[in-house]
C-alpha cells in the first residue's frame, strides 16, 4: 500500500511540474534525437534496425504527447527498446591526436528544460559508450551510404517531408566541417524551417523552403536541387554570360553567340531591369535562396534571376549611354548547345617579357615546357579565374628552393561524430631545387576561383616573390560531395576542412588578394581585362 501511494506522489510530483511544449519543439528535439542515435548509438550504428521506419513509428507517439514530461517518457522508451548498451572503457593510447572540436556540441543533450533527468543521463550515457566499430550509415571520407531507397518521394505525406529534412539536418550537423561558421546556428535554421515543413503554404512554398535551407550553410560548395524547384524558377535562361557590378547585369560573354547575335545582345551591355523589376531588387527577393560562402560567390550565382517559365522576357538595358527596352528570347538548356571546349592559349608572353599561364587550360605534361620557356622572365602570372587542371603541385616543383608547407585540413572523426581531427601530415608542395624560378609570381583570382582553384591560389602562394591580384574567391574549399538525400532530391556540400599551415580559415574569407582589382563597367564596355592589366604593371614595375 505504502509503495503505491509514493508511486502516485512521485508521478503527480512528477506531472505537477511539467510544461507544455509545442510541435515544433517536440520535432526539433525528435530530430535531434534520431539523428543522435543513428550515428551514436551501437545497436543503430549496426544497420540492425530499420532507421526510417523508426521514425515514422515514433512520429504518432510523439504527435499525442502534450508536456515535456510525456515527450520524455515516450523518448525513453523508444531508446530502451533498442536494446542494452554496453559500458566500455576507453583504451588509453599513447598517440597524441589534435582535435578540432569547434563543431562538437552535444549540450543539447542535456537540457533540462525540455529533457527529463532521466533522460538526459540516458544520452550521456550513449555518448560515453558510444559505437566503436564502423559506421553503417556512413563512410570515411564522408559518403553517406545504406539508407532506405523510395520508388518516389512523396512530398505530400508529412512523414516523407520530415524523414526529408531530419536526414539532411542530421548529415550537416555531424559532417560539415564549416558548421561553426554559419551565420545562424545550425539549431535555429531547424526551428525556423520546421513549421514550413509540418504545414506547407503551398507546394512551392515547401520547396523553397529547401533551398533556403541549403543557403543558410554559407558554402559555395552547397546546392539543392529538385524538378519542383527548376519548375519554379522556370527552365529558360539567357544565352550570355553576365557580371554583376552596382547592381547592374553587364554583358561579359555568350554561352551561345549566334543566339546572342539574334537578340542583338553584345559585351558591354549594362541590364537594368529584367521583366519591369531592377536588378537591385531581383537581388533581393532572391538571395535567401542562393548558396554562397560569401556574397561575390552569391552574386557569381545569380541564376533565379535570369531564370523563367517562358520563352522571353523584357529586359531594360543601356547601351552608348542610351536607355532602351525589347524583348528577348529565352532558352532551355538543351538549345543553347553550349560548348564548353576551351580552345584558349595554354600559355604565352606577353610584353616585356611577361609570362602569361591559363590555368584552366593548362594540363601537368605541359608544365615542364611552359616553365622552361618562361625561366628567363621577370614574372609569370598565373591566371586562377577559373578551375584549374590539376597543376598546382608540378608547378610549385619549379618556384620553391624546397618543399614547403600550404595547407592544413580537417576529417571527420567516425567514432565522434560532429569532432575533427587535424591531419597528422600533409604533402607540402615543391622540392629541394637550388635552380627555383627566382622571378615574380602574380597569382589572379576572383568569384570564379571556388575549391581547386583556391587550393592552385594556396600552394602557389607561398612562393617566394607570389603576389595575388584580383578580388574576393568563392571561399569554399575541400571536397564537394553531391548525392541524394531521396528519391528526386539532391544536395551537395564541403565533407572536409581546409585551412592555412597556421589553422587560420580559408572557408567564407577565400584567397585573400594582396592588391585588390574590381572589374569596372567602363572597362568591360572597352574590352579591357583591369585585372590582367594591373598584374602587368606589376610585373614591370614592382608595385
Known sequence: MKKTVLIVF???????????????????????????????????????????????????????????????????????????????????????????????????????????????????FIEQNRIQGKQYYVEKGIEFKNEVEYAEFKDKDKNFRLLLLFRFWNYVEYFFPYKYQMDQKWDLTLLE?????????????????????????????????????????????????????????????????????????????????????????????????????????????????????????????????????????????????????????????????????????????????????????????????????????AIAEYLNPEPRDFVKSIDADLSYPGRYIWRKEETPCGKTNPDYYKGNVILLVNEKSISHAEFTAMTLKVAPKSIVIGSQTAGSDGANYRFEIIKGIWTSFTTYGVFYPDKKEVQRIGIVPDIEVKPTILGIQQGKDEVLERAVLFAKNGK
Open 193 to 393: 524551417f520546421l513549421p514550413r515543413t509540418i504545414n506547407p503554404i503551398s507546394q512551392d512554398d515547401y520547396y523553397l523552403s529547401l533551398k533556403e535551407v541549403s543557403a543558410k550553410l554559407n558554402d559555395t560548395h552547397a546546392l539543392f536541387g529538385a524538378n519542383k524547384i527548376f519548375d519554379f524558377f522556370g527552365r529558360h535562361g539567357i544565352s550570355f554570360d553576365v557580371k554583376i557590378i552596382d547592381d547592374k547585369a553587364i554583358v561579359t560573354g555568350f554561352k551561345n553567340e549566334s543566339l546572342s547575335k539574334i537578340n542583338d545582345i553584345r559585351i558591354g551591355d549594362v541590364i537594368t531591369k529584367i521583366d519591369g523589376k531592377a536588378i537591385g531588387d531581383l537581388i533581393k527577393e532572391n538571395i535567401k535562396y542562393i548558396e554562397g560562402s560569401n556574397y561575390a560567390a552569391i552574386l557569381n550565382n545569380e541564376y533565379p534571376i535570369f531564370y523563367g517559365r517562358t520563352d522571353t522576357s523584357k529586359i531594360e538595358f543601356v547601351r552608348n549611354d542610351k536607355t532602351a527596352i525589347k524583348t528577348i528570347k529565352r532558352y532551355l538548356y538543351k538549345d543553347l548547345n553550349i560548348n564548353y571546349e576551351n580552345n584558349s592559349e595554354k600559355y604565352k608572353l606577353l610584353e616585356n617579357n611577361i609570362g602569361y599561364v591559363n590555368m584552366a587550360v593548362l594540363t601537368t605534361e605541359d608544365v615542364s615546357a611552359m616553365m622552361e620557356k618562361f625561366k628567363d622572365c621577370k614574372s609569370i602570372i598565373f591566371d586562377i579565374r577559373n578551375y584549374p587542371q590539376g597543376t598546382n603541385f
Open 10 to 124: 512521485l508521478l503527480l510530483f512528477q506531472f505537477s511540474f511539467s510544461k507544455p511544449i509545442t510541435e515544433t519543439q517536440k520535432l526539433a528535439a525528435t530530430c535531434k534525437v534520431w539523428g543522435f542515435l543513428k550515428y551514436y548509438h551501437p545497436n543503430v550504428t549496426d544497420g540492425s534496425k530499420n532507421w526510417d521506419e523508426q521514425l515514422f513509428q515514433i512520429l504518432p507517439k510523439i504527435e499525442e504527447t502534450k508536456t515535456d514530461a510525456e515527450f520524455s517518457k515516450v523518448i525513453e522508451k523508444w531508446i530502451n527498446s533498442l536494446g542494452k548498451v554496453k559500458a566500455y572503457e576507453a583504451e588509453i593510447s599513447n598517440e597524441e591526436v589534435d582535435y578540432f572540436d569547434k563543431n562538437l556540441d552535444l549540450s543539447w543533450t542535456q537540457d533540462t528544460l525540455l529533457f527529463s533527468k532521466s533522460l538526459c543521463q540516458k544520452l550521456k
